[in-house]
C-alpha cells in the first residue's frame, strides 16, 4: 500500500514551454501533498504544500506564478513550470501524506526534467 | 539556512560492521525526526522515525538514537548489507508547522564494501 506515481519520470524541453507533472496516490487518499525539488548533490527543498481543493502554499522563494499547483481531487496533484529555463532543470519529487498511516508521507519516484 | 544537517557527505563502510549516520539540527521546535533512503532517479523511501519524547527506536537492522540537549541524531544499521548503499536523508518536523512539512538535511552517501 502507500503508493504513489508521477509521471513523466523524465522529460526535455525547450527553453520558453511549459511541462506539466502529475503525482498521484494510488491506493489511498491524500488530503495534502507536497512537492520538492532536488538538485544535484544537494537536499530535497521543498517547493510548496498541496491541500485538496484550496490553493497550495507556496515555501519563501518560491514563484508561484511559474509553478503552477493543483490538487483537483484526493489522488492527483499537478506542478506546471510554465514558461521554463534551464535553470529549473532540476529532480522534482512528490510525495503524499497519508492519514491512516501516522500521518507519513510517501513520495514519487521523482520527475528529471530537462530545458534545453 | 540549514536548519537540518548531515556533515558527511560520504561515508564507506565494510559489509557485516555497523554504520553510523549522523544529523544535527538547529530547530528546537522540531518535534519528530525519521531518516529516508534514497537510490539514485528514484524518491526517498522511508526507513525510521523518532519522536522527540523518547532517544530510541529500534526496527530490525535500524536504529535511530536521537540527543536531545545535542540537538543530534544518529542512525545505525547493523549489520551492514551491500542492499544499503545509498544516500540517506535525515528530516525533522514540527507541530508548529501546521501542515507537517518535512525539512531535509543534505544527506550522506553511504557505499558498503563488501
Known amino acids: 500500500g502507500a503508493v504513489v506515481s508521477q509521471h513523466p519520470s523524465w522529460v526535455i524541453c525547450k527553453s520558453g514551454t511549459s511541462v506539466k507533472i502529475e503525482c498521484r496516490s494510488l491506493?489511498?487518499?491524500?488530503?495534502?501533498m507536497f512537492w520538492y525539488r532536488q538538485f544535484p548533490k544537494q537536499s530535497l527543498m521543498l517547493m510548496a504544500t498541496?491541500?485538496?481543493?484550496?490553493?497550495?502554499?507556496?515555501e519563501q522563494g518560491v514563484e508561484k506564478d511559474k509553478f503552477l499547483i493543483n490538487h483537483a481531487s484526493l489522488t492527483l496533484s499537478t506542478l506546471t513550470v510554465t514558461s521554463a529555463h534551464p535553470e529549473d532543470s532540476s529532480f522534482y519529487i512528490c510525495?503524499?501524506?497519508?492519514?491512516?498511516?501516522?500521518?507519513?508521507?510517501?513520495f514519487g519516484p521523482g520527475t528529471r526534467l530537462t530545458v534545453l | 539556512d540549514q536548519q537540518v544537517k548531515q556533515n558527511s557527505p560520504s561515508l564507506s563502510v565494510q559489509e557485516g560492521r555497523i554504520s553510523i549516520l549522523n544529523c544535527d539540527y538547529t530547530?528546537?521546535?522540531?518535534?519528530?525526526f525519521l531518516w529516508y533512503k534514497k537510490y539514485p532517479a528514484e524518491g526517498p523511501t522511508f526507513l525510521i522515525s523518532?519522536?522527540?519524547?523518547?532517544d530510541k527506536n529500534e526496527d530490525g537492522r535500524f536504529t535511530v538514537f536521537l540527543n536531545k540537549s545535542a540537538k543530534h541524531l544518529s542512525l545505525h544499521i547493523v549489520p551492514s548489507q551491500p542492499g544499503d548503499s545509498a544516500v540517506y536523508f535525515c528530516?525533522?518536523?514540527?507541530?508548529?508547522?501546521?501542515?507537517?512539512?518535512?525539512?531535509f538535511g543534505t544527506g550522506t552517501r553511504l557505499t558498503i564494501i563488501p
Open positions: 510525495s503524499a501524506r497519508d492519514r491512516s498511516v501516522r500521518n507519513e508521507q510517501f
Open positions: 523518532i519522536s522527540s519524547i523518547k
Open positions: 530547530n528546537s521546535m522540531f518535534d519528530y
Open positions: 528530516a525533522a518536523r514540527g507541530r508548529f508547522f501546521g501542515n507537517e512539512k518535512l525539512t
Open positions: 491506493d489511498f487518499q491524500a488530503t495534502t
Open positions: 498541496s491541500n485538496e481543493g484550496s490553493k497550495a502554499t507556496y
